[in-house]
């Protein structure tokens, strides 16, 4: 099946700084990448949709000036904690789908730690 | 909106044992049914899926119908492996009954298998 890669795997950084997940589809095109975020011993919650080339698209309540989304190519999409806060510590999970009606894969997750 | 319970565990069985995961939804249109995999260290990865109404849905010896009379769509298994000891996740897409294009997942159930 095809592969997602997500990088890092897992990052800590400190309160105010920011830090920068990557997503890659790696043998095949991604019109669509998906990006959610999990809590411990909770569901998958998607926080927003990136189109290759447009503007991402985000849930009610996450705020896009803190989670900034890019998909510039299709092949990488990459989300940017800026500011992070000790609440903002929580396991990043990528999606990328070729096209609408076609299955979405799933990259591994990033573990991010804010202290 | 739309939403996903699934029975929390972990659930611990005896291998051979046979496997239910209960799973209900609530969606505003016809939703799209999915359950996903997640093995230890790596990507979710679909397991299986039903579209509309009484389809089932089937994949490595896993089974689950679109019971729509009960909004339900429990993950079963007649003899499981230790190699099936995973986390398993319920999902829906909605989008045609105005949801988002992603996913809407349950909260997981940890399933441990004993030799």
């Not at chain 1, 897992?10 to 809590?39: H, N, P």
């Not at chain 1, 990528?94 to 573990?111: H, I, K, L, N, V």
């Not at chain 2, 565990?9 to 239910?20: D, K, R, Y």
Request: glycine content about 10%.
């Amino acid at each position: 099946g095809a592969v997602v890669s997500q990088h890092p795997s897992w990052v800590i950084c400190k309160s105010g700084t920011s830090v920068k997940i990557e997503c890659r589809s790696l043998d095949f095109q991604a019109t669509t990448m998906f990006w959610y975020r999990q809590f411990p011993k909770q569901s998958l919650m998607l926080m927003a949709t990136s189109n290759e080339g447009s503007k991402a698209t985000y849930e009610q309540g996450v705020e896009k000036d803190k989670f900034l989304i890019n998909h510039a190519s299709l092949t990488l999409s990459t989300l940017t904690v800026t500011s992070a806060h000790p609440e903002d510590s929580s396991f990043y999970i990528c999606s990328a789908r070729w096209d609408r009606g076609y299955e979405q894969y799933f990259g591994p997750g990033t573990r991010l730690t804010v202290t | 909106g739309d939403s996903v319970t699934q029975m929390e565990g972990p659930v611990t069985l005896s291998e051979e044992a046979f496997l239910t995961i209960n799973c209900t939804y609530t969606a505003t249109g016809y939703p799209s049914l999915f359950w996903y995999v997640q093995y230890p260290g790596e990507g979710l990865q679909l397991l299986l899926k039903a579209t509309k109404a009484d389809d089932k849905g089937s994949n490595k010896g896993f089974e689950a119908t679109y019971r729509k009379e009960t909004t339900s769509f429990h993950l079963e298994k007649g003899s499981v492996q230790v190699s099936d000891s995973a986390v398993y996740f319920c999902a829906l897409s909605d989008v045609l009954g105005g949801g988002a294009d992603g996913l809407t997942f349950g909260k997981g159930t940890h399933l441990i298998i004993q030799p």
